[in-house]
C-alpha cells in the first residue's frame, strides 16, 4: 500500500542551523513526491516537488530510492521558515498521499 | 493569481445539524478535493471530483456528500452533523489530472460542532 511517512512530528533548530525534515515513502512504482508548506495564519501551497530539481527559499529536497526518502533540507534555517510541512506522494489514481506533517520551529 | 474562496473561515454548528461548506475557484479548473486536516492525521480526503457533476469518493466519505453544479463551485454536506466532524476543512483545485500539477488551496473552515 502506498503511504508516506513523516516521522517527526514537531522539530525545533536554531536560526542558523542545518534543517532536515524527514519524509519516507512507500510505493511500489516510480515515485512523484511533494513538499508542500503551511506558514501561520496562510494557506498550504506547493513548496517544490521533486521532478523539478529545484531549490526553492533555500530549500531542496532530494529523492533516495534505495533508502525510499524524500528529505527537506536547507543548511541554514531562518525564522521565517517556522512552519507546518507536508511530504506528499502521488497515487495511481492521480491523488495525493500526505503525510502527518512536521511542525518546524526555528528558534532566535 | 489562482484564487481558491471558502464561504466561512469559522463555523459552529450543533450536533444533527446539516452543514453546508462551499468552495469556488477562479481559475477554470477540473478538479476540486475536498480535506479534512487534524493534528497528526495530516490530509485525509473526504471527495474529489473531476468535472461538473461528477465526484469521486476518497479516503473517508463516511457522513459527508458533494454537489458539483458548475465548474468553479464545490459544495461538502454534513448531512447530520457529528461532534468527530470537528476539524479544519480544506478545498483544493486543480488542473488537469496530473498529480503533477500543483493544487492550490483555500484558506480552510475550522468547524465546531457542539
Redesign the interface.
Known sequence: AQRVTQPEKLLSVFKGAPVELKCNYSYSGSPELFWYVQYSRQRLQLLLRHISRESIKGFTADLNKGETSFHLKKPFAQEEDSAMYYCALSAPNYQLIWGAGTKLIIKP | DVK?TQSSRYLVKRTGEKVFLECVQDMDHENM?WYRQDP??????IY?SYDVKMK?K?DIPEGYSVSREKKERFSLILESASTNQTSMY?C?SRTG????N???????TRLTVL
Not at chain 2, 102 to 108: A, L, N, T
Request: glycine share 20%.
Open positions: 481558491v478535493f497528526g492525521l495530516g490530509l485525509r480526503l474529489f469521486e476518497g480544506l483544493a489530472t496530473s498529480s503533477y500543483e493544487q492550490f488551496f483555500g484558506p480552510g
